[in-house]
Protein backbone atom coordinates (compact mmCIF):
# COMPACT_ATOMS: atom_id res chain seq x y z
CA UNK A 1 0.00 0.00 0.00
CA UNK A 2 2.73 2.79 1.26
CA UNK A 3 4.90 1.57 -2.11
CA UNK A 4 2.17 1.74 -4.70
CA UNK A 5 1.15 5.15 -3.03
CA UNK A 6 4.74 6.55 -3.19
CA UNK A 7 5.15 5.55 -6.87
CA UNK A 8 1.66 7.00 -8.31
CA UNK A 9 3.71 10.23 -6.94
CA UNK A 10 6.67 9.18 -8.47
CA UNK A 11 8.56 9.15 -5.31
CA UNK A 12 11.92 6.68 -5.66
CA UNK A 13 11.20 4.18 -3.44
CA UNK A 14 12.08 0.23 -2.88
CA UNK A 15 11.58 -2.12 -0.15
CA UNK A 16 14.15 -2.63 2.34
CA UNK A 17 14.91 -6.33 2.82
CA UNK A 18 16.73 -8.74 6.00
CA UNK A 19 19.91 -10.18 5.07
CA UNK A 20 17.82 -13.72 4.72
CA UNK A 21 16.06 -11.88 1.66
CA UNK A 22 19.36 -10.13 0.62
CA UNK A 23 20.78 -13.76 0.09
CA UNK A 24 17.94 -15.99 -1.33
CA UNK A 25 18.07 -13.31 -3.97
CA UNK A 26 18.72 -14.71 -7.64
CA UNK A 27 21.26 -12.00 -8.47
CA UNK A 28 23.40 -11.96 -5.08
CA UNK A 29 23.19 -15.78 -5.72
CA UNK A 30 24.20 -15.76 -9.54
CA UNK A 31 26.81 -12.88 -8.67
CA UNK A 32 28.47 -14.93 -5.52
CA UNK A 33 27.75 -12.06 -2.99
CA UNK A 34 27.69 -13.65 -0.03
CA UNK A 35 30.96 -13.98 2.33
CA UNK A 36 31.71 -14.62 5.11
CA UNK A 37 33.89 -13.26 8.02
CA UNK A 38 35.44 -13.68 11.45
CA UNK A 39 33.43 -11.34 13.74
CA UNK A 40 33.45 -10.76 17.50
CA UNK A 41 29.54 -11.53 18.04
CA UNK A 42 30.06 -14.83 16.11
CA UNK A 43 32.49 -15.74 18.88
CA UNK A 44 34.66 -17.77 17.07
CA UNK A 45 32.56 -18.60 13.88
CA UNK A 46 31.90 -16.06 11.16
CA UNK A 47 28.95 -14.03 9.87
CA UNK A 48 27.75 -13.61 6.78
CA UNK A 49 28.08 -10.43 4.99
CA UNK A 50 26.81 -9.22 1.35
CA UNK A 51 29.81 -8.15 -0.90
CA UNK A 52 30.77 -5.61 -2.89
CA UNK A 53 28.76 -5.23 -5.73
CA UNK A 54 31.49 -4.38 -7.86
CA UNK A 55 33.48 -7.21 -9.80
CA UNK A 56 36.59 -6.26 -11.31
CA UNK A 57 38.97 -9.43 -12.53
CA UNK A 58 42.35 -7.24 -11.98
CA UNK A 59 41.05 -5.92 -8.62
CA UNK A 60 39.31 -7.73 -6.89
CA UNK A 61 37.96 -6.04 -3.73
CA UNK A 62 39.65 -6.46 -0.42
CA UNK A 63 38.10 -7.65 3.03
CA UNK A 64 40.25 -6.65 5.46
CA UNK A 65 37.87 -6.56 8.70
CA UNK A 66 34.37 -7.15 9.79
CA UNK A 67 31.63 -4.31 10.10
CA UNK A 68 32.02 -2.84 13.74
CA UNK A 69 29.54 -3.75 16.36
CA UNK A 70 27.12 -1.49 17.74
CA UNK A 71 28.29 1.35 19.54
CA UNK A 72 32.19 0.41 18.79
CA UNK A 73 33.55 3.34 18.05
CA UNK A 74 31.29 5.71 19.88
CA UNK A 75 33.82 6.89 22.30
CA UNK A 76 36.04 7.67 19.43
CA UNK A 77 33.44 9.78 17.11
CA UNK A 78 32.49 11.76 20.55
CA UNK A 79 36.12 12.66 21.67
CA UNK A 80 37.90 12.99 18.42
CA UNK A 81 35.02 14.03 15.50
CA UNK A 82 33.40 16.19 18.39
CA UNK A 83 35.85 17.18 20.97
CA UNK A 84 34.35 15.75 23.80
CA UNK A 85 36.67 14.94 26.79
CA UNK A 86 36.17 11.93 29.16
CA UNK A 87 33.72 13.16 31.63
CA UNK A 88 31.17 14.07 29.04
CA UNK A 89 31.47 10.88 27.21
CA UNK A 90 31.09 9.37 30.90
CA UNK A 91 28.11 11.10 31.95
CA UNK A 92 26.49 10.55 28.64
CA UNK A 93 27.15 6.71 28.95
CA UNK A 94 25.49 6.97 32.80
CA UNK A 95 22.34 8.65 31.17
CA UNK A 96 22.22 5.53 28.81
CA UNK A 97 22.37 8.45 25.72
CA UNK A 98 25.00 5.88 24.31
Wanted: glycine share 10%.
Amino acid sequence: EWMEGLRVRHVPCSPVNTVDQVFENPQVKARGMQIEMPHPLAGAGAIPLVASPIKMSATPPEYRRAPPTLGQHTGEVLGELLGMDEAEIAALREDGVV
